[in-house]
């Protein structure tokens, strides 16, 4: 299911942590707290906002995205979560049919710690060079594990079954001080990953249905 894993100290990386390990991770995965005491009334951020078919990040890293047509937009949703001892104040929304979906998640380490530290991935051709990523990987999800996982059931509340075979890949850019942090990521179901094509064609294919653009 989607968790936190522990990296270079207090960094974290957004995983299928029961299913995938990245080989760059060198350490136990933490279990996401959820924070008592705020309901979604109660919080006083909105880090996303959402026109149309067009999904807009508000904090420090202001991006636009889009899709093609085919394609459900979700309300935002906000929430506070705890990974380790670090919290987050995190929002969410995402463009799903029943083949494929885009995550995005759009974050602030609510202690200003500098947690959000993803320089030990790649940098990323796309969307642009500010992002980093581990690349596509094809992963097998049980159903039984929607249900206990936040994103996960999020997005099968809103047209895309997370269960069964899907490759995916995550893009993370972060601010200099490591206290934002956007994050996109890709799912398409495929029949199997044993006979699936090849990883990066595939989302290569998703990637050219989704326009991301820097906004002043």
């Known amino acids: 299911m989607f968790a936190r894993v522990s990296m270079k100290g207090t960094s974290r990386l957004l995983i299928l942590s029961t299913l995938v390990f990245l080989a760059a991770c060198s ?5 996401p707290v959820q924070s ?19 999904i807009q990040t508000l904090h420090d890293l202001k991006y636009a995205v889009s899709m093609a047509e085919g394609f459900r937009v979700t309300e935002p949703k906000n929430r506070i979560d705890h990974f380790g001892d670090t919290p987050y104040k995190i929002s969410l929304a995402a463009f799903t049919n029943p083949a494929s979906a885009l995550m995005i998640h759009a974050e ?43 994103d996960l059931l999020f997005l099968r509340q809103n047209g895309f079954e997370p269960s069964g075979s899907m490759v995916f890949a995550q893009y993370f850019a972060t601010t200099a001080d490591m206290n934002s942090e956007i994050v996109i990521s890709l ?30």
Do not use: M
């Open 27 to 31: 350490e136990t995965p933490d279990s």
């Open 36 to 54: 008592k005491g705020s309901s979604p009334s109660e919080l006083d951020f909105a880090f996303i906002s959402v026109s149309g078919d067009r």
């Open 108 to 150: 602030e380490v609510a202690d200003s710690s500098g947690a959000s530290d993803y320089s030990h991935l790649p940098v990323a051709t796309w969307p642009n060079e500010e992002f980093r990523s581990g690349g596509p990987l094809c992963i097998d999800v049980p159903a039984e594990e929607v249900d206990g996982e936040h």
């Open 187 to 216: 799912l398409h179901r495929v029949a199997s990953c044993d006979d699936s094509p090849a990883h990066a064609d595939v989302i290569a294919e998703l990637q050219a249905q989704v326009l991301v653009s820097r906004v002043d």
